[in-house]
């Protein structure tokens, strides 16, 4: 048996997942099958030419069933989230809805998340605490289904509603029951926009196994999404991917996010949102440079739990062909390794160092009084903070 | 990674798990709001003390109803009557302690009063739930049939002599619990067979069509927590780190399995234990390696990457990419093999040594022809690598009999010497 593993855990994540060609077309189905028939869609609407697309799409997968879909596009984000989302709860009781479907990522899906709670909770309540979001129970007659648009970055397929590693909370019950994954859906994405997005996905699905604690379950997501982000990063760095591969991508990141438990320890994100507020950078380039340099500090991740992420990284062929004892270093070293191949790929536009990011040194007592308070910091202190902002600044690795 | 160019994967079933797993099982009662739960056994889990032990600390409702008479070949009569139980004692949850036969009859039970109907037929085939059924929690006391991750169950009518497959996704449990405790008193025998059927079910996900990235990571798993564990798990078994592992494998299998497929092996297992009578695993353990072989001009690559999670990175890296499938091949022999030799000579490697209590053999020639004709019906050939004709189930029977090669013979039409 694994050691890394919990010796007691609890893994729930009932999500389906419909991915490739054409996987937009069985929503009429999908929707019958939970007894739905008037389902409301949210339709994120970021930018023109994606709107005219997603909304066609749309529209056409419901052409040959006798479903009527109401489209509905909420607002755009603002400080009050729950605002949008009590608009969401009005117009699927004035339709008689039975179905909530939101098209797009991020914010528009956690509005959709919010409103399923609104709904799911007895009596007029125009928001939910944080302690009654975590103990809600959804109702079954609510279906959440997602399909995958533009702009996705992880999280939105798990139970989490914001970023984690940011202000975020986990609500279980409020996790989508299906998610579509339809390439033409794709379309409008913008791939190296997406990039630090990405990036983030993959910090988190090795940072939550590093850190622990881990489980078969959650460590086979892990390994899922590690093995379907990797390969393709250099050619989003480049703008060069296609299609498929795009599709591979987003398949991948939404793993990353079935993979985080919502008890495991961050520290790269907490440190990475630190050095991202006050360098001003996105957050996944803060944290994918970070990430070695953290782990590194930490020798039970580095000998016990990065070895079996070598695989996903390399292929089975070459992992097989280095010594056992040396996996946990030869995957630190592709971690390091891998801002400098995203370098060449960029054409230089992406930072190898925080130096080459922008952060000046003199900001590192900020950037440690901003990580130091984050609870899901666990064992980084001050000191190894220090010593892995010095490092990743100078971009020195630190192999034992 | 392998990305096919449409797939579909879940994992509606919540994983409590370890070695003292059972504890929280007030988890799943708090959750179903269930002052009632019916638990679904079988009298040889009673025997062995295993409600005794959920009793005792899981801390059940004084109101819970127990019912013990479920048989190894559960019917729709013994679905009929624990309905009847159920509804008679005010049940309001069902928490199934046992192996394959006890969880498919709860599932089956689960339909009818989730659906409030006595007619099991109506449901019979694939979606014909469009709802979610009543709270069921499932507790595996054998580490090898996946049921407690899938949204299938297989019901026998002995009285119209046909068994009626049920398939949704709401089948599916709302909880597995993963305890060690459970299958401690599991017999070498058992063991070695509950094990075998998880690493079929491990690899035919991995080589079969339907598999994606997601069934492929967790087959992954299986088959090497099934290598490292298996013959541990025949040898000591008192050991709740190994049996911790094979049922945590067999879940990991069930869910590979259920998001892909199986494949030749199971269409001529299920026909074997149909005709023959013959116990799964058993058919399982001795069809393993004639359906690799069988399968090796289709999928010989990704047979051959299977050598390193059952052998390890030594022997994989010694063996030419080209000859890995068939030390895959080997190697499932030799598992056989020691597992013969563990169990005293009660695990057979080929169909010729499977004999009754009377010492008669289990499949003689004379059922070869019938067992053929029922492979070809078996739904499990659908998304098998390679096809089968009558001729061709005749071939795997002969060499699953003999215990030999596919590639020995010279009138196979597939097989390993094709690939190589």
Known sequence: ?????????????????????????????????????????????????????????????????????????????????????????????????????????????????????????????????????????????????????????????????????????????????????????????????????????LVWAIQAQAFGPGNPFSGMYAKTAVAGIWPHLSFAAGSRMTKKTCTSMVTAVICAGFGLSPTAQRPVSALGRAVSVIGRMAPGIADMILLPYVVAHDAVAVSDRLPDFLTAIIGADKAALAAPHRHGVEVLRQLYDLPEMLHAASGGRFPRTLQEAGLPRFLFDEVIELAMPASDRGRLSAETMLAALDAAWAGKPVIN | MYIPGYFEFGLRTRILAGRHAIDRLQVFLDRARSACPMIVTDAGVVAAGLIDLIESTAKLPASRVIADGVPSDSDVDVVNQLVATY???????????????????????????????????????????????????????????????????????????????????????????????????????????????????????????????????????????????????VHQPDNPDTRYALATAATLAGVAFSNSTVGVVHAIGHSVGAVCGVHHGQCMGIGLPVGLEYNMRKCGENIGRLLLPLAGADVYVATPRAQRAAATVACIRELNRQLREATGERYACRFKDVKDRQGQPMVPREKWPDIADTTLGDGTLFYAPEDMNYDDAMTFIEAAWQGSSLSAGTENRKGAHVYN
Not at chain 1, 48 to 72: T, V
Not at chain 1, 170 to 191: E, G, K, S, W
Not at chain 2, 147 to 165: C, F, N, P, W, Y
């Open chain 2, 87 to 233: 509804r008679q004692k005010g049940c309001d949850s069902i928490i199934a302690v046992g192996g394959g036969s006890v969880i498919d009859t709860a599932k089956a039970i689960n339909i009818l009063v989730s659906e409030n109907s006595d007619d099991l037929m109506q449901f019979c085939g694939g979606n014909r739930l469009q709802r979610r059924l009543r709270p069921l929690v499932v507790i595996p006391t054998t580490a090898g049939t996946g049921s407690e991750v899938t949204g299938v169950a297989v019901i026998a009518d002995h009285r119209r002599q046909r068994k009626m497959l049920f398939a949704s996704a709401f089948l599916c449990p709302d909880m597995v619990v993963i305890d060690s405790r459970m299958t401690l008193s599991l017999p070498p025998f058992l063991t070695a067979a509950t094990g075998i059927d998880a690493l079929v079910h491990a690899v035919e996900a991995y080589i079969d069509l339907a598999k994606n990235p997601f069934s492929d990571q967790a087959a992954w798993t299986a088959v090497e927590l099934i290598s490292q564990h298996l013959l541990t798990g």
């Open chain 1, 1 to 201: 048996m694994s050691d890394q593993w919990q010796a007691e855990y609890d893994f729930d994540c009932p999500v389906s997942i419909h991915a490739g060609n054409l996987a937009l077309d069985h929503l009429p189905f999908e929707l019958s099958m939970v007894g739905a028939g008037k389902p409301l869609i949210l339709i994120d609407r970021q930018g023109d030419g994606a709107l005219h697309r997603l909304e066609k799409q749309i529209i056409a997968a419901f052409q040959s069933s006798a479903m009527q879909p109401s489209l509905m596009t909420p607002g755009a984000a603002g400080p009050d989230r729950w605002a949008n989302a009590r608009q969401v709860v009005e117009q699927y009781a004035r339709i008689g809805a039975d179905a909530l479907v939101v098209v797009g990522a991020g914010e528009i899906v956690d509005q959709a998340k919010l409103a399923r709670g609104l709904l799911s909770v007895a009596g007029q309540v125009d928001r939910l605490s944080v302690n009654d979001l975590t103990q809600i129970q959804s109702r079954p007659d609510i279906a959440l289904i997602w399909a995958a648009g533009p702009g996705v970055d992880g999280r939105e397929a798990s139970g989490w509603i914001g970023r984690p590693g940011d202000a975020s909370v986990f609500c279980q019950a409020l996790t989508p029951d299906l998610v579509i994954i339809d390439p033409r859906l794709l379309d409008a994405m913008h791939t190296r926009e997406q990039l630090p997005g990405w990036l983030n996905a």
